[in-house]
């Protein structure tokens, strides 16, 4: 997995992780077996093809978490009959959004009025021009509780004797927090089992591990013909633990999915995906340290300098990456770092904070710089540009 795929995947976490994540079809057909099981079973998964943002209306466009698929129906011999869209609408946030059904029926229309457009640019005879059905599913992640069925009647001050005039479609909702979580692994899919851990993403730490160590086992059953589908639902785990699990838990959760790995060049390949995410993420940290270390130098003005904001930010960085790494670290080396200056300086530390095996080895180079043995400590920066 490239570095710059991991960075994409850090700075919105939340959205694009489950739409990576359902970019692969076996994925997408896990989640429609929990959700529609009638319909996931009739769906030929070797020829979805994804709707690119290109093709889509611009205020769709900017839901940049939604997907769009186009897919095979089967009918019941097994042949296609017709293409079906599926239209999954990621909803994270908490509170209940009383008009999804509009919000549904919107995009629903948008897409139709696509197809529209087509026909009329590529001149299509009227006899050939038949709308897709829609499958609407809604992936909710919140934690409030959503009981209102969803239904435009339920949007109006409706007389009974015009409910036959209101729109009436059926959305797919996708509780993550209340599904049963036996039904998450009723298949033994491996992407069933990555929703659980989804799903207990807030547990307490004895839970929450138990259900990593049952998911990376299961994990493990997925065919080495299906390696880059086990990779990437491997780099989910650990996203998920960078960005919703404490620090100080961090490396214990990272070892129980290492031991839980019986072959051995996955096992190998799990170390290096840990080393790739920390990195990626001390790199993204690193950026936006600068800039929150600019805007806080400007804050307490211009007699402090810019050049101190700086410097704030980037040490606070040196300290975060050591901890991503190491687990606690010494309050004497956090202050030796927060009495370091010079932005050179700080980025020879932040590569050696990178490569050191342990923190013993790092303080060395610490010590080597706070004693003025500079020169016993290759600058790697320098080192570059020559």
Not at 25 to 32: E, G, I, W
Not at 67 to 86: R, T
Not at 214 to 238: D, R, T
Not at 298 to 323: P, R, S, V
Request: charged residues 30%; contains cysteine.
């Amino acid at each position: 997995m490239r570095k710059s795929e991991i960075k994409y995947l850090i700075r919105d976490f939340p959205d694009r992780s489950i739409k990576w994540l359902l970019e692969t079809p076996d994925n997408l057909r896990c989640l429609l077996l929990i959700a529609v099981k009638e319909i996931a079973n009739q769906i030929d998964y070797d020829q979805v093809e994804i709707i690119e943002r290109t093709f889509v209306l611009e205020d769709l466009r900017k839901r940049e978490a939604d997907m769009i698929f186009k897919v095979p129906f089967l009918n019941v011999s097994g042949k296609s009959a017709s293409n079906v869209i599926i239209y999954i609408l990621i909803e994270h946030q908490s509170k209940v959004d009383l008009m999804m059904p509009f919000r549904i029926l919107s995009y629903m229309v948008q897409i139709w009025d696509i197809q529209r457009k087509q026909w009329e640019d590529e001149n299509t005879p009227q006899s050939e021009r038949q709308f897709s059905p829609i499958l609407p599913v809604v992936f909710y992640t919140g934690k409030q509780r959503w009981n209102k069925p969803l239904e435009m009647k339920n949007l109006m001050n409706l007389p009974v004797s015009l409910e036959k005039y209101i729109p009436n479609y059926e959305i797919s909702f996708f509780n993550l927090k209340a599904i049963p979580a036996e039904k998450l692994v009723e298949y033994d899919h491996p992407f069933g089992w990555v929703l659980s851990v989804m799903q207990k993403e807030d547990a307490n730490v004895k839970e929450f591990k138990e259900i990593v160590e049952q998911a990376v086992k299961h994990l493990e059953q997925i065919p080495f013909e299906k390696q880059a589908n086990w990779s990437k639902l491997l780099h989910y785990l650990f996203m998920l633990i960078f960005n919703r699990r404490e620090k100080s838990e961090q490396s214990d959760l990272f070892d129980i999915i290492e031991e839980s790995i019986l072959d051995k060049s996955r096992r190998e390949e799990v170390k290096k995906m840990g080393k790739t995410i920390a990195q990626s993420l001390i790199d993204e940290g690193i950026e936006k340290g600068i800039e929150k270390g600019f805007e806080k130098g400007i804050e307490k003005g211009i007699e402090k300098g810019i050049e101190k904001g700086i410097e704030k930010g980037m040490q606070q960085l040196l300290i975060d990456a050591l901890e991503i790494k190491f687990g606690s670290i010494p309050s004497d080396i956090i202050k030796s770092i927060n009495n370091i200056t010079g932005k050179e300086t700080l980025k020879s530390l932040h590569y050696y904070a990178i490569n050191s095996n342990n923190i013993d080895e790092f303080e060395e180079k610490l010590e080597a710089l706070k004693n003025g043995k500079s020169s016993h400590i290759k600058n790697p920066t320098s080192r570059r540009k020559r």
